[in-house]
């Protein structure tokens, strides 16, 4: 595409992400365009199915378990939770691209925050304890929450090359070895007889 606008012989696109779509438009023959375009919507129908499943399930099952009040009839609960998550995602989409970008942003900073330091030392470090990985797991949602919130509000900004996501993981860590070793003589009974011969292998 950059060629053929270069060359003349296309004019210059609006805006980068319309360089495939034009390229197979017109360059390309119509069944290769064809192909290229129900792959690229049964991608983006399938990840829309499966976050929608993961987002009512969670509406309906984990959250209420977890509170410890189940939900009565689990299929009609999940229906209306799909439609509202829908609709809801079809909202935010409608909004500037930044909102989108922001979500995506906190979305995986929450997770890298609260999960990685967990599997990434619980599963490796025989000291590492039941206490300190909760510890550490709530330090990352806590704040990643707040500081993401507060830098997508612009109440703040953090110095070039620092994100709050890995201001939230670097904490998350270290509270998880300090909690872990404040903690540390619970580390063996926390840990399960099979995951300590897996991990002493």
């Not at 060629?3 to 296309?10: K, N, S, W």
């Not at 909004?95 to 990685?116: E, H, K, Q, Y």
């Not at 709050?164 to 872990?180: K, Q, T």
Request: charge should be neutral; aromatic fraction near 8%.
């Amino acid at each position: 595409m950059k060629a053929a606008v270069l060359a003349g012989d296309m004019a210059p696109l609006a805006r980068n992400d319309d360089a495939t779509p034009a390229f197979l438009l017109q360059r390309a023959s119509p069944l290769l365009a064809a192909i290229v375009f129900s792959g690229i919507a049964a991608a983006i129908m399938g990840t829309v199915n499966a976050f929608l499943n993961v987002g009512a399930a969670a509406v309906t099952h984990d959250i209420p378990v977890a509170i410890g009040r189940r939900v009565g009839n689990e299929l009609a609960v999940g229906r209306i939770a799909t439609v509202m998550i829908a609709a809801l995602a079809a909202l935010l989409a409608l909004r500037p691209g930044a909102v989108v970008a922001f979500l995506g942003i906190f979305g995986w900073g929450l997770f890298a925050s609260t999960l990685v330091p967990t599997l990434a030392i619980g599963l490796n470090w025989a000291g590492a304890t039941r206490v300190g990985a909760i510890a550490s797991m709530t330090t990352g949602l806590f704040v990643t929450l707040v500081f993401e919130s507060l830098s997508g509000l612009k109440v703040y900004k953090f110095p070039a090359g620092v994100t709050a996501s890995g201001l939230a993981l670097v904490l998350s860590v270290v509270v998880f070895f300090v909690v872990s070793w404040l903690t540390r003589d619970q580390a063996a009974g926390d840990l399960d007889a099979d995951v300590r011969l897996i991990m002493e292998a």
